[in-house]
C-alpha cells in the first residue's frame, strides 16, 4: 500500500523554465511533509518541507504548495538550472506517531531532468 | 565523521550467503534508520533505533533480516540467506534527534546473484 505517490517517474523541463514535481498521499494523520532530492550514488538530501498548518513554504528557488483536501502537495522550482538534475522524493510523516519519533513515508520519485 | 558512513558502497552475493551492512552515523546523533529502495520502489523503511530504547524494527521484510545498533553508534544490518528480491540499495540515516532532520548516507548497492 503506496502512501505517497508520485505518478511521474520522470519529467523534463528546460532551462530556465519551471519544474512542478507533483505527490499525492492518502493517509490523512500525516501532518509534515518533506521533499528529498537525490543525486546518482548519493544518498537523500534534505531540500524543503512543509508543516500542515500552513499551504505553502519558499525557499529560495524552490517552493512547496499543500492542499490538504486534496491531499497532495508539490514542489516548484523557478527557474530550473542544469544542476537541478536529479530524484526527487517526496516524504511525509505524522508527528503524533504512536511510536513517539517522526517515521517517515517516502515515495517513488521524479527523475527530472533540466535542458540546457 | 562529517557525514553518514555506509559500507560497503557495493556487494555482489551469492543466493543463500549472508551478508552485513555497515552504517557508522553522524557522532552525536541519537535515531537511526535503515531504508531500503528496490528498483521503481520509494525508499521502504525497514528499522529505527534511537538511544537505548527498544528498536522499532517493524519495517523489516522478514527474519532473514536483523539489525543491532552498538555503544549507539555503528549499526550492521544482516541479512542471511540472501534472496535475489533482497538486492537494493540499502540506506542509513541519522538525526539527531527522533523528530526528523535526516542526514543520509550512501548507501550500500547489494546485488544477489
Known amino acids: 500500500d503506496q502512501q505517497v505517490k508520485q505518478n511521474s517517474p520522470s519529467l523534463s523541463v528546460q532551462e530556465g523554465r519551471i519544474s512542478i514535481l507533483n505527490c499525492d498521499y492518502t493517509?490523512?494523520?500525516?501532518?509534515?511533509f518533506l521533499w528529498y532530492k537525490k543525486y546518482p550514488a548519493e544518498g537523500p538530501t534534505f531540500l524543503i518541507s512543509?508543516?500542515?498548518?500552513?499551504d505553502k513554504n519558499e525557499d529560495g528557488r524552490f517552493t512547496v504548495f499543500l492542499n490538504k483536501s486534496a491531499k497532495h502537495l508539490s514542489l516548484h522550482i523557478v527557474p530550473s538550472q542544469p544542476g537541478d538534475s536529479a530524484v526527487y522524493f517526496c516524504?511525509?510523516?505524522?508527528?503524533?506517531?504512536?511510536?513517539?519519533?517522526?517515521?517517515?513515508?517516502f515515495g517513488t520519485g521524479t527523475k527530472l531532468q533540466v535542458i540546457p | 565523521g562529517a557525514g553518514v558512513s555506509q559500507s560497503p558502497s557495493n556487494k555482489v552475493t551469492e543466493k543463500g550467503k549472508d551478508v552485513e551492512l555497515r552504517c557508522d552515523p553522524i557522532?552525536?546523533?541519537?535515531?537511526l534508520y535503515w531504508y531500503r529502495q528496490s528498483l521503481g520502489q520509494g525508499l521502504e523503511f525497514l528499522i529505527y533505533?534511537?538511544?537505548?530504547?527498544?528498536?522499532?524494527k517493524s519495517g523489516l521484510p522478514s527474519d532473514r533480516f536483523s539489525a543491532e545498533r552498538t555503544g549507539g553508534s555503528v549499526s550492521t544490518l544482516t541479512i542471511q540467506r540472501t534472496q535475489q528480491e533482497d538486492s537494493a540499495v540499502y540506506l542509513c540515516?541519522?538525526?539527531?534527534?527522533?523528530?526528523?532532520?535526516?542526514?543520509f548516507g550512501s548507501g550500500t548497492r547489494l546485488t544477489v546473484v
Open positions: 540515516a541519522s538525526s539527531p534527534h527522533g523528530r526528523g532532520g535526516y542526514t
Open positions: 493517509n490523512s494523520m500525516f501532518d509534515y
Open positions: 512543509i508543516s500542515s498548518i500552513k
Open positions: 516524504a511525509a510523516s505524522q508527528s503524533r506517531y504512536s511510536g513517539g519519533y517522526q517515521k517517515v513515508t
Open positions: 557522532s552525536g546523533h541519537t535515531a
Open positions: 533505533f534511537q538511544g537505548n530504547s527498544a528498536p522499532d
